[in-house]
């Protein structure tokens, strides 16, 4: 038996060997594993094909939607003519019953001219009594009638026809009305022809003084 040697005396509490280092992957066996992995995996979008099917079917629908916007917008056409076409025959049924009455009068008055004891200031009182009613009819209606006698000339409501001197109206005034004028609910309908006064007439000149008096 050896006995240790004094000088060199052993370590108290001796390391471990260490392991050997293992020896690297394969790189053919790493891209197999992650083939496998991704075969394993599922898809995780739509396929072409279902895709596809989805875009027919929105198409289809909005084609659906459109033909019938189309059909509403045409349906919305017809009805809003055919409410201008009521508000129309309504407006003139109203104007007609209250001129319906007007015309009954009026036959009346020309069958009392054909009788043989006939009146003329009977038949005139009838006469006044039927315009008076049928410019009630209209007025009802929003007709109205200028009466510019006397009051300035407005080219607006008016037609001056021609220029008179007038002793009794005043420059630039009406002072005849050759045709009545109207207006429907403050609109123009037809002017009013009338003669403007064009003031006091010249006096004559003195033959004798030259001059004006």
């Given at each position: ?28 066996a790493a891209a197999g594993d992650a083939s496998a992995a991704s075969a394993a995996a599922p898809a995780s979008g739509p396929s072409p ?19 019938r916007s189309v059909a509403d917008l045409e349906n919305f056409r017809k009805r809003a003519v055919r409410d201008r076409e009521d508000a129309s025959h309504r407006a003139a049924t109203r104007i ?118």
């Amino acid at each position: 038996m050896s006995q240790a040697d004094p000088a060199n005396p052993p370590p108290a509490n001796p390391e471990p060997a260490a392991a050997p280092p293992s020896a690297p992957e394969a790189p053919g066996a790493a891209a197999g594993d992650a083939s496998a992995a991704s075969a394993a995996a599922p898809a995780s979008g739509p396929s072409p094909e279902e895709q596809i099917a989805a875009a027919k079917k929105e198409a289809a629908e909005n084609y659906e939607r459109y033909l019938r916007s189309v059909a509403d917008l045409e349906n919305f056409r017809k009805r809003a003519v055919r409410d201008r076409e009521d508000a129309s025959h309504r407006a003139a049924t109203r104007i007609l019953e209250d001129l319906i009455p007007v015309l009954d009068n009026l036959g009346h008055a020309l069958a009392a001219t054909k009788a043989a004891n006939a009146d003329v200031k009977t038949l005139a009182g009838g006469v006044e009594m039927i315009a008076s009613q049928l410019k009630s009819a209209l007025g009802s209606h929003g007709l109205a009638e200028l009466a510019p006698l006397g009051k300035p000339f407005d080219p607006n409501l008016h037609e001056a026809i021609a220029h008179q001197p007038s002793r009794e109206v005043a420059p630039d005034h009406v002072s005849a009305v050759t045709r009545v004028g109207y207006t429907l609910n403050g609109r123009l309908v037809r002017a009013a022809s009338v003669v403007v006064s064009s003031g006091a007439p010249e006096k004559p000149a003195d033959p004798e003084a030259g001059v004006v008096v």
